[in-house]
C-alpha cells in the first residue's frame, strides 16, 4: 500500500509537470513562470522550496539528541533568511527585471563578475540538491526496504523528469500541491505523538527542561554566533528563492510573497521541533540521525496516515531538489549559453535549458551517491562560496562603491577563506574552526572594499 501511495504521488507529479510543459514556449515562460506568479503561488512555492529534507528530517533527529540548539538554522535561522529576503532583495530584484541572480551581476558588475557569481551559485545549489536527494532515498528505503542506492536512484530519475518538463511553472504548480501535504502529514504525525503521550498535557511533560536551551553546552560566542550566521546571511542571495521574487507579477507581491512565506516556515517548522522534543521521550526505540522521523512514523501511524505522512515527507524533499536543478539550470543557460549563442530561438535556448536541468540532477546525484549526511551535506551548501556573493549583491544593489574588479576580488576571497577554514578541515575529517562563515565574509568584505579602493574606473550606479 505504502509503494502503491508513493509511485501515485510521483505520477501526480509527472502529470503537473507535463501539464505545465504544455505553456512552456521560450526562457521566461520557463525560467520565471512568464511572471505571471500571484501572491499565493510565490508565498506556497517559497515555503515548499525552503521546507526541505534538514528542516523536516535532520532539524527533528537534532532536536531530539541536543534539545533547541539544534534547531537554531531550521526553523529559526532560516525563517529569518526569509524575512530579511522580503526586507532586502525581493522588491529590488523584481524591479530591476532580471531572469536570474547572474543577470544582476552582469548588469553591475559585469561579464566576469557574472562567472565567478555563477560558479559560486551553482556549487551551492548542485551540493543542496544533492542533500535533498539523499533524504528522499532515506525516506524510501526506511519505509520500504528497498536498497538506497536504488531509492537514490528513482528519486534522481523522478525530480530529473517533471522538473525538466515544466520549468518554474510546473515547479510552482507542484509546490502549492506538496506544501499543502507537507503541513497535513506533519500535523497528523504531531497528533500520533500526543494521541501516544496520553494527551497535551502528559506530551508536554515527556519534554526535558534541560533541551530548552538554544545555546549548546561548552560552546563558544564565536561559533554560536556563526551557527546563525549561516542560515541567515549564507541563504539570503539564494537563487532558488530569487527565482520566485523574479515570476512575481511585481515587486509588491514579490516582497509580500517572503514575508507571508516566512511566516509559514516559522509556524510550520516548530512542529518537527515539537516532535523531536517529545518524541525522545516516549520511550520507543528508534533510529538515529536522519532515520528517526522515519523511524517514529512507522511505530506510531497506521497504514493509511503512514503513507499520508510519506507524501509530506518527499513533498518537503521535492519541492526543495526540484527548484536546485532549475537554478543550476537557469545559470549555466542564461549566463553561459545564451552568451555564447544570444541569437538563438526560443525553441533552441528552451532545449539546451531542458538539458541543463537533466545535467544538474545527474550532478546532484553523483554527489549523493557518496554517501554523505543530509545535515553536512547542507552545512557545506550553507556556508560554501556565498559570502563574495553576498557582500557583492548589498553593496552592488544599495550602492555606487566598486566595480567588477571589487566584486570578483570579493568572491575569490570567499572561496579563498572557505577552502581553508571549511572544506579542507571537512576533508581531513576535522571540524571547520569557530567563525569560519563570519570570518569569510569579513575577508570577502576587505577584498571588495580593497579592490574598489584601488579601482580608478568610473563608478557604476547600484542595480
Known amino acids: 500500500m505504502l509503494i502503491a501511495a508513493v509511485c501515485a504521488y510521483v505520477l501526480a507529479q509527472l502529470a503537473i509537470g507535463w501539464w505545465a510543459s ?20 510565490v508565498s506556497m512555492s517559497l515555503f515548499a522550496t525552503w521546507f526541505g529534507s534538514e528542516t523536516v528530517m535532520a532539524s527533528s533527529a537534532a532536536v531530539a539528541s541536543e534539545g533547541l540548539s539544534g534547531a537554531r538554522a531550521e526553523p529559526f535561522g532560516y525563517f529569518l533568511a526569509l524575512l530579511l529576503m522580503g526586507v532586502f532583495v525581493a522588491a529590488r530584484m523584481r524591479a530591476a527585471g532580471h531572469m536570474t541572480l547572474g543577470d544582476f551581476f552582469r548588469a553591475r558588475f559585469g561579464p566576469q563578475a557574472e562567472s565567478w557569481c555563477v560558479l559560486a551559485n551553482v556549487i551551492t545549489s548542485v551540493t543542496w540538491a544533492a542533500a535533498q536527494m539523499a533524504g528522499l532515498s532515506v525516506v524510501v528505503s526506511a519505509l520500504t526496504d528497498l536498497p538506497p542506492q536504488t531509492t537514490l536512484a528513482f528519486a534522481a530519475l523522478c525530480v530529473v523528469v517533471y522538473t525538466s518538463m515544466g520549468g518554474l511553472a510546473g515547479d510552482v504548480a507542484t509546490d502549492v500541491l506538496q506544501g499543502m501535504v507537507l503541513l497535513a502529514g506533519l500535523v497528523v504525525l504531531l497528533a500520533a505523538v500526543v494521541a501516544r503521550a496520553g494527551g497535551p498535557a502528559e506530551a508536554a511533560a515527556l519534554i526535558d527542561p534541560a533541551k530548552l536551551a538554544l545555546i549548546a553546552p561548552g560552546e563558544s560566542w ?23 521574487f523574479l515570476g512575481a507579477r511585481d515587486a509588491r507581491v514579490a516582497r509580500s510573497g517572503a514575508f507571508v512565506a516566512s511566516a509559514l516556515y516559522l509556524v510550520a517548522g516548530l512542529i518537527p521541533v515539537l516532535i523531536g522534543l517529545m518524541g525522545a521521550g516516549l520511550g520507543l526505540k528508534l533510529g538515529t540521525g536522519d532515520l528517526f522521523l522515519p523511524g517514529l512514523a512507522e511505530q506510531l501511524l497506521p497504514p493509511v496516515l503512514l503513507a499520508v505522512f510519506t507524501g509530506a515527507l518527499l513533498s518537503a524533499i521535492l519541492s526543495t531538489v526540484d527548484s536546485n536543478i532549475l537554478s543550476v539550470s537557469s545559470l549555466l543557460t542564461r549566463n553561459g549559453f545564451d552568451r555564447v549563442r544570444p541569437n538563438a530561438s526560443e525553441r533552441t535556448k528552451l532545449a539546451v535549458a531542458r538539458a541543463a536541468t537533466v ?11 557518496t554517501g554523505e549526511s543530509i545535515y553536512q551535506l547542507i552545512e557545506w551548501t550553507s556556508a560554501f562560496g556565498t559570502s563574495g556573493v553576498l557582500v557583492s549583491f548589498l553593496i552592488g544593489a544599495y550602492a555606487g562603491f566598486g566595480s567588477g574588479r571589487a566584486a570578483v576580488a570579493s568572491i575569490l576571497a570567499g572561496f579563498a577563506c572557505n577552502a581553508v577554514t571549511i572544506l579542507l578541515p571537512a576533508l581531513q575529517g576535522r571540524d571547520e574552526a569557530d567563525g569560519a562563515f563570519l570570518l569569510s565574509i569579513v575577508v570577502s568584505l576587505g577584498a571588495y572594499v580593497a579592490a574598489a579602493a584601488l579601482d580608478r574606473s568610473p563608478r557604476p550606479r547600484p542595480a
Open 22 to 41: 504544455r505553456r512552456t514556449k521560450g526562457e521566461a515562460d520557463y525560467f520565471v513562470a512568464g511572471r505571471r506568479l500571484g501572491l499565493f503561488a
Open 222 to 244: 564565536l561559533a554560536r554566533l556563526d551557527a546563525w550566521a549561516v542560515p541567515v546571511l549564507g541563504s539570503l542571495v539564494a537563487s532558488e528563492a530569487i527565482a520566485r
Open 359 to 369: 545535467l544538474a540532477g545527474l550532478a546532484a546525484w553523483a554527489i549523493a551517491a
